[in-house]
């Protein structure tokens, strides 16, 4: 393992090297039973067993209470801006309401308005998606059919610091970027989603965690692939699931239980990581672009004084193995991903770096 880097991406992102290396010990036969994970049948007792203990354990991690299901789905979060409205929005009558706190809530809620009125009950354009907005801040409908909002924005930086209350409508939150990265009261909220190639794993499967109620509200109409009631009833089993991606989604709940010792322990880490970051943002030449109260523990998002030193920050950062460093295009500068699996250890390499570039340049 010694030729890895530290991978900074924002997903597909890191994964923990012990969830490597058994997918890799297992890779051409799963103990006992001579077939991968790749390869083997998503209606074998292998699987019903790995589906049925990812859900135990999801649940256990998140502390999920009784009254909700888990599904997986395929198609992303991306896939989710639209499946939303359609089982929750569409005949309804009622608006739904979203709070846009940078891009992702921005695609959210355009997806939704093809469906149905989506309000924006509170946009974050005007300080340029560098905050987040109080309790009584958004202008929320009564009785909206629900209340959307990204709880942290992977481009800009920003995340809720703790789950937010916005009026009595369901709560549906895409949480794509934090999703077991600290605990959350799930009780609070309609439904909780997050594609899993951040924190939960890679790239191909969804996790949704709906409240049975809420399910009850799903139109009769739908193509069966995007009615939700119709995924809980088959247990993400209606179709082929992406077998393989639960499957690594399973070592991961298993390596968070076991090995970090669940979401409260893996949030001390977190914060610990993004302080040693933070605390280098905040000592001259760089400028962090969320506002210290609503900063991301996952997404480190910050400027340099030129652009000029900002492409010499990535490329320098290369030659000290830290890749994956530039920002996204829309907000420019320098963004440092560091979900659940980049090691205390990368993230200390990274604030030598950057302690070391000020000095010189500064
Ligand atoms: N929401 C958030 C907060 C995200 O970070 C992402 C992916 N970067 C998405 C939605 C879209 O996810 P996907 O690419 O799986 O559709």
Known sequence: MSDRVC????????LPVPVLEQAQRELVALPGLG???????????WFEGVLAETKALLTELLAIPAGYSIVFLQGGSNLQFSMIPMNFLRGTGKPADYVVSGTWG???????????????????????????????????????????????????????????????SPLVCD?????????VNVAQYGMIYACAQKNAGIAGVTVCILRNDFLERVPADLPTMLDFKAMVKNDSLYNTPPVFAI?????????????????????????????????????GFYRGHAQPACRSQMN????????????????????????????????????????????????????SFMDEFRKRNG
Request: hydrophobic share 35%; proline share 6%.
């Open 247 to 283: 499957y690594i989604t399973n070592l991961i709940c298993k390596w968070l239980q076991s090995e970090v010792g669940g979401l409260t322990k893996m949030a001390e880490r977190n914060r610990e990581k993004a302080r040693l970051l933070y605390e280098a943002v905040d000592s």
């Open 175 to 183: 949480a794509s970027s934090e999703f077991l990265s600290r605990p």
């Open 7 to 14: 991978n900074f991406s924002p997903g597909p992102a890191v």
């Open 300 to 351: 480190v998002t910050f400027r340099l004084p030129s652009e000029e030193l900002e492409k010499a920050f990535v490329k320098q950062a290369e030659k000290h193995q830290l890749y994956e460093l530039k920002g996204h295009r829309s907000v420019g500068g320098i963004r440092a991903s560091i979900y659940n699996a980049m090691p205390l250890e990368g993230v200390k390499t990274l604030r």
């Open 106 to 168: 921005q695609k959210a809620v355009q997806e939704a308005q093809k469906e149905g009125p989506a309000n924006v009950a509170w946009d974050g354009k005007a300080d340029n998606y560098s905050r987040l907005p109080n309790a009584g801040e958004p202008k929320l409908t009564p009785d909206a059919a629900y209340v959307h909002i990204t709880s942290n924005e992977t481009i800009q930086g920003v995340q809720f610091q703790a789950d937010p209350a916005f009026g009595s």
């Open 35 to 45: 077939i991968s994970a790749l390869e083997i049948s998503h209606r074998s007792k």
